[in-house]
C-alpha cells in the first residue's frame, strides 16, 4: 500500500513542499502520496488526528502550527526539544516530533552557497520559533560569533540565554558589525517590512540570507544595496525537506536538480 505524508499549515496553498516530495519519491524509488493540509486554526490536532486514522506515515508542520506541534507530540528528537519547535512529524504508534530547519539552512548555506561559518561572525535577526529552530545547527558549525538581534530585546536575551554557548543578543539598531554572515529569520519579509538596521552590519564580504522564500524582500535589496551578496531560502526549503525525507524514508535524496527545478520554474 502506498505510503500518505502530508504538510499541515494554515495558509497552505502555496506550499511548494508537495512538488519537493514528489520528485525525492521519484528520484529514490518510494512508494508514497504527498499532499498538503490546510488545517483550521484552531483544529490543528484534530486534522493531524484525522491523517493518522486514514492511515498517514507521517507529516511536515509550518506555519503557524510549530509550536503546537511541539506540545502534541508524544516524544521529542533532541533537536527538537532544543529547538522548541516541531516541522516534522513521524505517525509509529505515538508521535515523534523532529526540527529539520537548522539542519536545512545550515546544508544550504555551506553546500549550496559554499559559505563556511566556521571562524565567521554570524547575525541573526528575529528571536521567534524560525530563530530559535536554527541557532543550535548554527553553533555547532563553530562560529567565531552568534548575535541573536531583535526588536523585543529581552526576547533576544532569553534566546541567547537559552543556548548559552557564547551567543550575545541586541536590539536591531545595536548590533555591532560588521558580520561575515545575516540571516533574516523575523516575519517581516511576510509583511514587505524592513527591520530597522544599521547599513555597518553589511560590507562586500557579507551574505545576507533571507529565510523567505519566492520574492525579492527589502531585507535582501537593503542588503545588497550596501554591498553584501544576498540569498533567499529556496535552498533551506528543499534542504529542510531532504532531512524529513530521511526522517521517514531513510534515503537522503539529491536535492540540487530539484532547487535548480524550482529556480528555473
Not at 135 to 155: C, F, G, M, Y
Not at 237 to 264: K, N
Request: glycine share 10%; net charge negative.
Amino acid at each position: 500500500m502506498t505510503d500518505r505524508y502530508a504538510v499541515f499549515g494554515h495558509p497552505i496553498a502555496h506550499s511548494k513542499s508537495p512538488l519537493i516530495h514528489a520528485a525525492f519519491a521519484r528520484q529514490t524509488g518510494q512508494d508514497m502520496t504527498y499532499e498538503a493540509i490546510l488545517a483550521p486554526k484552531d483544529g490543528f490536532a484534530t486534522s493531524v488526528a484525522a491523517f493518522v486514522a486514514a492511515g498517514g506515515r507521517g507529516a511536515n508542520v509550518t506555519v503557524p502550527f510549530k509550536e503546537e506541534a511541539f506540545r502534541l507530540a508524544t516524544r521529542l528528537a533532541p533537536r527538537a526539544e532544543r529547538a522548541g519547535a516541531v516541522n516534522t512529524l513521524v505517525f509509529d504508534g505515538g508521535i515523534l516530533g523532529d526540527n529539520t530547519d537548522g539542519a536545512g539552512l545550515v546544508a544550504d548555506l555551506t553546500r549550496n552557497l559554499n559559505c563556511s561559518l566556521a571562524g565567521r561572525r554570524v547575525l541573526l535577526l528575529g528571536a521567534g520559533g524560525a530563530a530559535r529552530g536554527v541557532v543550535e545547527p548554527l553553533l555547532d558549525q563553530q562560529p567565531a560569533a552568534l548575535v541573536i538581534a531583535n526588536r523585543t530585546v529581552s526576547r533576544a536575551h532569553e534566546l541567547a540565554d537559552l543556548f548559552g554557548r557564547g551567543v550575545t543578543a541586541s536590539g536591531f539598531d545595536e548590533t555591532g558589525g560588521p558580520f561575515d554572515v545575516v540571516i533574516n529569520a523575523t516575519a517581516a519579509s511576510l509583511a514587505g517590512e524592513l527591520p530597522p538596521l544599521s547599513p555597518a552590519i553589511f560590507t562586500t564580504d557579507t551574505l545576507a540570507y533571507d529565510m523567505m522564500y519566492g520574492r525579492d524582500t527589502p531585507f535582501l535589496a537593503f542588503a545588497r544595496g550596501h554591498g553584501a551578496a544576498t540569498a533567499d531560502g529556496l535552498g533551506m526549503l528543499v534542504e529542510q525537506a531532504a532531512e524529513a525525507f530521511y526522517v521517514w524514508r531513510g534515503v537522503r535524496p539529491d536535492t540540487a536538480a530539484v532547487i535548480a527545478s524550482l529556480r528555473a520554474a
